[in-house]
Antibody, heavy 117, light 113 residues
Framework: EVQLLESGGGLVQPGGSLRLSCAASGLTFSSYWMNWVRQAPGKGLEWVANIKQDGSEKNYVDSVKGRFTISRDNTKNSLYLQMNSLRAEDTAVYYC??????????WGQGTLVTVSS | DIVLTQSPDSLAVSLGERATFNCKSSQTVLSSRDNKNYLGWYQQKPGQPPKLLISWASTRESGVPDRFSGSGSGTDFTLTISSLQAEDVAVYYCQQYHSSPLTFGGGTEVEIK
C-alpha cells in the first residue's frame, strides 16, 4: 500500500518561507513522477508542481514560478517543496501525490499552510 | 493552459438513481501518439484527499465499484454513477494530464435528494 506523509506545514507571515516534505513508502519511489497539489479552504484542487523520476524535469503552475522549488531525494524516498515569498493566496492544504507519467494516482493526507500576519 | 469546465456545479440524486456529470476541455486531451485520452476522474469526500476513480477517460481503477463509468473523447467527457449509493456523496473532479500545467475542473458536488 502506497503511503505518502506530508509534513512542514504551519502558520507563516506574508513574504516568509516554508519547506514541505513528503515521506513515501510502499512504492518504488525512484520510478514515479511526484507532484504537489493544493486546495485552498472550501475551494477546488490546483496542481502546483511535478518532478520527473530522476529530477531532470520540473514543471510549475505560473502562479508559483520563481517562488516555489520542487525537489526530491531518491535515497531517502522523499519529496520537497521549498516555498518562498509566500502570499495570502498560497494558503491551502498541500498534498503530495505520486503517479505513472503525469497521471496522479496516490495522494497523501495533506499538510495545511496558512499565510497570515 | 487547458481549461476544464465541469457541469453542473451540484447535483441532487435519489438513492439508486443515475447520476451523470460532465467535463468539457478547452483543447483536446487525446494524444495522437498513443490515441489515449489523458483525462482522469477523482472523488473527494469531506476531510479526505481525492481518490482516483477513472484514468484514460474510461479505465476504472482497481477496487472502484463498477457503478462508476467514464466515457468521452477529445474534449467532452462524462462520469456516470449508475445507481447512487449513500457513500457516493462527494465532490467529483476531472483532471487532464495531457499538457503542463496539469489542470483540474471546478468540481461537481453530488448529494442525496
Amino acid at each position: 500500500e502506497v503511503q505518502l506523509l506530508e509534513s512542514g506545514g504551519g502558520l507563516v507571515q506574508p513574504g516568509g518561507s516554508l519547506r514541505l516534505s513528503c515521506a513515501a513508502s510502499g512504492l518504488t519511489f525512484s520510478s514515479y513522477w511526484m507532484n504537489w497539489v493544493r486546495q485552498a479552504p472550501g475551494k477546488g484542487l490546483e496542481w502546483v508542481a511535478n518532478i520527473k523520476q530522476d529530477g531532470s524535469e520540473k514543471n510549475y503552475v505560473d502562479s508559483v514560478k520563481g517562488r516555489f522549488t520542487i525537489s526530491r531525494d531518491n535515497t531517502k524516498n522523499s519529496l520537497y517543496l521549498q516555498m518562498n515569498s509566500l502570499r495570502a493566496e498560497d494558503t491551502a492544504v498541500y498534498y503530495c501525490a505520486s503517479g505513472g507519467g503525469w497521471r496522479i494516482e496516490d495522494w497523501g493526507q495533506g499538510t495545511l499552510v496558512t499565510v497570515s500576519s | 493552459d487547458i481549461v476544464l469546465t465541469q457541469s453542473p456545479d451540484s447535483l441532487a440524486v435519489s438513492l439508486g438513481e443515475r447520476a451523470t456529470f460532465n467535463c468539457k476541455s478547452s483543447q483536446t486531451v487525446l494524444s495522437s501518439r498513443d490515441n489515449k485520452n489523458y483525462l482522469g476522474w477523482y472523488q473527494q469526500k469531506p476531510g479526505q484527499p481525492p481518490k482516483l476513480l477513472i484514468s484514460w477517460a474510461s479505465t476504472r481503477e482497481s477496487g472502484v465499484p463498477d457503478r462508476f463509468s467514464g466515457s468521452g473523447s477529445g474534449t467532452d467527457f462524462t462520469l456516470t454513477i449508475s445507481s447512487l449509493q449513500a457513500e457516493d456523496v462527494a465532490v467529483y473532479y476531472c483532471q487532464q494530464y495531457h499538457s503542463s500545467p496539469l489542470t483540474f475542473g471546478g468540481g461537481t458536488e453530488v448529494e442525496i435528494k
